[in-house]
């Protein structure tokens, strides 16, 4: 069980687009349409932001998008906002029962 | 509302044990997965366990496997993580986060959090 890879870093400039990697394996992103995206600001809990790839749960804004080729799965934010500015974290289901999260991104608007 | 309220953290010596709980409310409790999440101070999110809603399923991360069992009580609304032989590495806040209906599914809900911190 190795953690998801993922950028420490990212930044872009209110109402640009900035996009968030997340590399696994075959055994985990590449076998399960599963990826699962999370936000979350200092001392608060993650709030879910997309599930299965690229599904937006009711009430998330839709320039949040995602996207998976091969092993690797992508969050995407347009239009960026100085309330993006948060650490993201990508999730993948690894089979038999376990859960993988990636290290985290932290988004920067400049 | 959904509300998942986690509690049992503290500071305990390493070798020693802990009993976590999250109460759930707001919800039929025993239509899902639900799940412990970690994150050490100024650190990411670790998952560490998950259970289905009928504990027929369960999985662990391997830094926790043979050390915590989880755990659940339908009847009474509450998930549980029993955390032994802890280690200093084991410090950190632990979430309850609900899941759908397979174990697989994503953490839609996470409770807000209770501190966990092994030293001596």
């Known amino acids: 069980q190795s953690a998801l890879t993922q950028p420490a870093s990212v930044s872009g400039s209110p109402g640009q687009s900035i996009t968030i990697s997340c590399t696994g394996t075959?055994?985990?992103?590449?076998?399960?349409?599963?990826v699962s995206w999370y936000q979350q600001y200092p001392g608060k809990a993650p709030k879910l932001m997309i599930y299965?790839?690229?599904k937006r749960p009711s009430g998330v804004s839709n320039r949040f998008s995602g996207s998976k080729s091969g092993n690797t799965a992508s969050l995407a934010v347009s239009g960026l906002q100085a309330e993006d500015e948060a650490d993201y974290y990508c999730c993948s289901y690894a089979g038999s029962n376990t859960v993988l999260f990636g290290g985290g991104t932290k988004l920067t608007v400049l | 509302e959904v509300q998942l309220v986690e509690s049992g953290g503290g500071l305990v010596q390493p070798g020693r044990s802990l009993r976590l709980s999250c109460g759930a409310s707001?919800?039929?409790?025993?239509?899902?997965?639900m799940h412990w999440v970690r994150q050490a101070p100024g650190k990411g999110l670790e998952w560490v366990s998950g259970i289905s809603w009928n504990s027929d399923n369960i999985g662990y991360a391997d830094s926790v496997k043979g050390r915590f069992t989880i755990s659940r009580d339908n009847a009474k609304n509450s998930l549980y993580l029993q955390m032994n032989s802890l280690r200093a590495e084991d410090t950190a806040l632990y979430y309850c986060?609900?899941?759908?209906?397979?174990?697989?599914?994503?953490?839609?809900?996470w409770g807000q959090g209770t501190m966990v911190t092994v030293s001596s």
């Open positions: 707001g919800l039929t409790f025993d239509d899902y997965a």
């Open positions: 075959s055994s985990d992103v590449g076998s399960y349409n599963l």
């Open positions: 986060a609900k899941g759908w209906a397979a174990l697989r599914d994503a953490f839609d809900i």
């Open positions: 299965e790839g690229s």
